[in-house]
């Protein structure tokens, strides 16, 4: 059975305490005491991770440290020495185990009081340092640094297992110690695909050994770059691990209910009392559940417990069904299920399935080598399809009647009837939902009136001012729904006239062929400037050149006045008729010859915004 691993991206939370990663998820027995928990370092440098299993890291949750920031560990390993620069100082501790400085360290310490001589803990290194840097004189260092009473300095404990060597970059690695080494470099593996480090170690376990009981000693978690800031490195200690040394097993599942398990809590010089009441040292569990004991020391006591569980992983595929139509495309999802493999009916061993014929489909799922399996059966059902006919539009009054021509338990119209037809007398949108053995189909008709007819030249009368032209709208923009036919010969909305005379306009609807037609008259004005004034004038009574007016049509005036005085500002003359002239007299006694002030007052229908006004001097001759 070839296995497909359920994907689950690492997380990573940055904003928790050190306080609360110590106390609330490194600790891995009750009765523990700890104290003075510090930490040195980028803040982004220390955090909690889980989904460590889904990704393959080989610890599920747990604390994370950095030589650069924790998130930067999420894959896919696509980065070529992937590097964050801290900006934090080095290590001292550090420093005193190589010939090199550091940068970027990250401390996290506590103090202990360990009830028995061993304690233990688990954790994982990984390094982009893997594996070009190997043997090059200067790695990222990491180490657990122990110190109390009957310890001389402080003692590192991550040391490769059966040994008294450290682990480091250059003795854990493909070359050397390879069994405790795991290079990333298959692109096709999900551990590749979720983790950015080149390289890791397996799951190793760190021992503090011949511990004093009931004394404090002090563990310091440290990691840094070495010598620059480049290609960063993490350590990860698992959750809960953090404990007294007993010979319990990890939790442990059985596929089948009848099994005979050895619970051992080891520390034979003190007493204890099991769960199930028994004070030996091993017991025999044939049963599942939670089994704890509580071990009694000279300062107190401390709890270690172990989960014995059915392996059993349940699966559902869900109830039989059906689906509707001739087409099936039925998905079952089980992305979410943390298991080792996925083989179904078919032979594909994806986390997703999509059925496509009717029939019996199975899954059968595999974790810690048990197995499990479901099975679902699909068929598929007639749909009552079904066509209201083809959107409508009627030109006086609607009238259709709605026949679906197929056969239903039930069925719903739009208009809450639930007869097999309807009649339609009014515009709108109609639909049909038909059910045929829990099937549903549904079908849409609109129905319209053709849209009336429209047009509205606005006014009737039009002035066109000097050279001005005049744009004449229809009224109507609608040319998909209307024929617009001006009587120039124009088939947009709007033309632009020129030329004084009337003009119509008649829009058809394309539809119904109804015809609505409506015409203005455009009249040319002037703005009041074609007038002609005389510089002089002789009232002798031989009809030439007898009165002084201006010359020129006044048909536009809407207001006009001449007004005439003498050089002393006396009132000669005065008149709103455009057609009067001054004949040279005051009363009707002629006045003497010379030089008279004129001013002409002009507004027309092109210039009503303003009054033109014309001064200047007339020669009055005799």
Known sequence: MSATYVSAQLLIDESLTPQW???????????????????VGAAKSIGYFENGDS?????????????????????PNNAVGHTTIMGKPGSALLESFIPYKTKDAAMLQFDFKPQTENMVFNYVFAS?????????????????????????????????????????????????????????????????????????????????????????????????DVNDSEKDSWVFVESKSFKHKTNLVNDTFFCDDTFQLVLDAANTEYDLLWSTGDTAHKIIVDTFGTYYVDIFTGCGSFRDKVTIDHQYTPVSLGNDTSICGSTINHILDLSRMKVESFLWSDGTSGDTYTISDTGW??????????????????EGKEIPDFDLGNDSVFCDAVDRVLNPLQNSDSRIWSTGAITPVITASEPGTYWLTLNLNGCLYSDTITLELAPEPYVDLAESFYLACGTDSVELYAGNRDVINFDILWSTGSTKPWIQVYDQGIYSVRVTDKICNRTVEDQAEIVRADYGGGYIVSNAFSPNGDNLNDKFKPLGSWVDA??????????????MFRTNDPQEGWDGTVDNFPVEAGIYIFEIILKTPCAEERILIESGSVHLIR
């Open 558 to 571: 809407i207001e006009y006045q001449l007004i005439v005085h003498n050089r002393w500002g006396e009132q």
């Open 21 to 39: 990663l110590v106390q609330g998820e490194f600790l891995g027995n009750e009765g523990l005491s700890v104290k003075n928990i510090s930490y």
């Open 128 to 224: 982009e340092e893997y594996i070009e840097w190997v043997d090059s004189g200067f790695n990222d260092i990491f180490g657990f640094f122990i110190s109390g009473p009957g310890i001389v300095g402080e003692q590192n404990v991550a040391l490769i297992p059966g040994t008294a060597s450290e682990v480091t970059i250059d003795n854990v690695n493909h070359l050397r110690n390879t069994k405790f080494f795991i290079q990333n470099d298959d692109t096709s593996d999900l551990r590749y695909q979720l983790l950015q480090s080149d390289g890791q170690t397996i799951v190793l376990k760190a021992e503090l050994k011949s511990l004093i009981p009931c004394e404090w000693y002090t563990i310091k978690l440290a990691i840094a």
């Open 361 to 378: 489909h199975w899954l059968e799922i595999e974790k810690n080598g048990c197995t499990t399996r479901d099975s679902i059966f699909v």
């Open 55 to 75: 990704s393959k890291l080989g610890l599920d949750r747990g604390i994370i440290l950095s030589s650069g920031a924790v998130s930067g560990v999420k894959g």
